[in-house]
């Protein structure tokens, strides 16, 4: 079946631009997760969602990121004024109810120039 | 909160030969630990993965072990071949969702 979908695979923004990362989840998949993986390190958390409703958010590094999954499903990770430091590999990973195994997408490649 | 360190950083091996990658961790809450394998330009793809009521478990050519009482857990690859060139994750979990925690990862190069 169809895994992990995201969307863009790259982008590149000016400093001060906004964005935003879609993800789309295996379908019915309950949780979704967001990470940030910096080059030559391994995934960060950032956010989790069960259904639409946003569990947890203590990994977001500032305020300037902000996540939304106003339906259950897809997930949107919105970043403004973006800075050099937010270039990175964001990765969305969802997992079915009741287990704990995440099954990742194949991230998005944000470049802030 | 949950801390995993991983080594080596890099592991080069002749095809054919065996590679093993260790990791260690912190929270002793941690029960449930998978290994994803990251190609370049790819998400991470889980690989193998356990739980702490086993000591071992394998998958053909892949086997995890996990020392819950060290805290440490390995992933042993047995007769590699290129195609299993990629970077490495562990990772451990107490099975809460936002809890997840990785290492820093391990790049294997198999050498024809």
């Known amino acids: 079946g169809a895994g992990v979908s995201q969307s863009p695979r790259y982008k590149v923004a000016k400093r001060g631009q906004d964005v935003a990362l879609r993800c789309d989840p295996i379908?019915?998949?309950?949780?979704l997760f967001w990470y940030q993986q910096a080059l030559g390190q391994g995934p960060e958390f950032l956010t989790y969602?069960?259904?639409?409703?946003?569990?947890?958010k203590s990994g977001l590094p500032s305020d300037r990121f902000f996540a939304e999954r106003p339906e259950g499903s897809v997930s949107t990770l919105k970043i403004q004024r973006t800075q050099q430091e937010d270039s990175a590999v964001y990765l969305c990973?969802?997992?079915?109810?009741?287990?704990?195994?995440?099954?990742f997408g194949p991230g998005t490649r944000l470049t802030v120039l | 909160g949950e801390n995993v360190e991983q080594h080596p950083s890099t592991l080069s091996v002749q095809e054919g030969d065996s590679a093993v990658i260790k990791c260690t961790y912190s929270d002793s809450a941690s029960n449930y630990f998978p290994w994803y394998k990251q190609e370049l330009g790819k998400g991470p793809q889980l690989i193998i993965d356990?739980?702490?009521?086993?000591g071992e478990k394998k998958d053909q050519r892949i086997a995890v072990t996990l020392n819950k009482t060290a805290k440490h857990f390995s992933l042993h690859i047995t007769e590699t071949q290129p195609e299993d060139s990629a970077v490495y994750f562990c990772a451990a979990t107490s099975g809460n969702n936002n809890d997840m925690r990785f290492g820093a990862g391990t790049r294997l190069t198999v050498k024809p």
């Open positions: 356990i739980r702490s009521n086993v």
């Open positions: 990973a969802s997992s079915p109810a009741g287990r704990v195994a995440q099954y």
């Open positions: 379908s019915g998949h309950v949780s």
């Open positions: 969602f069960q259904n639409e409703a946003q569990l947890d």
